[in-house]
């Protein structure tokens, strides 16, 4: 089974940037749909951002449009998410998920596989 690890998170003041990546451990990561989401304190986790295996196809939710952009590399099996102009309330928890023999997928009940989360946390 593919092995997902996040990693980029930290604590940045508003209005600066962070990258974060999610690296794959499986040779076929190319064939994996590919999504980010959040959870913050006392909320529910909700999908941020998506990609298709080829990487021409994206989905943004409306809160991140124009400030994020999510990214792939699938010679390196690695997903990028670049968050700039950040906000405090996008303060939560990203996590990194896929789904394998899947061209886009937006739902988290859909994801096969999930890392293990990386903190972001924006001063004010």
């Known amino acids: 089974q593919a092995q997902l690890v996040e990693s980029g998170g930290g604590l940045v003041q508003a209005g600066g940037s962070l990258r974060l990546s999610c690296a794959a451990s499986?040779?076929?990561?190319?064939?994996?749909?590919m999504g980010w989401f959040r959870q913050a304190p006392g909320k529910e986790r909700e999908v941020v951002a998506a990609i298709d295996w080829s990487g021409d196809s994206t989905y943004y939710a409306d809160s991140v449009k124009g400030r994020f952009t999510i990214s792939r590399d699938n010679a390196k099996n690695t997903m990028y998410l670049q968050m700039n102009s950040m906000k405090p309330e996008v303060t939560a928890v990203y996590y990194c998920?896929?789904?394998?023999?899947?061209?886009?997928?937006?739902?988290?009940?859909?994801?096969?596989?999930w890392g293990q989360g990386t903190q972001v946390t924006v001063s004010s």
């Open positions: 998920a896929a789904r394998r023999g899947a061209s886009m997928v937006y739902w988290e009940h859909e994801y096969d596989y």
């Open positions: 499986e040779r076929t990561f190319r064939t994996y749909a």
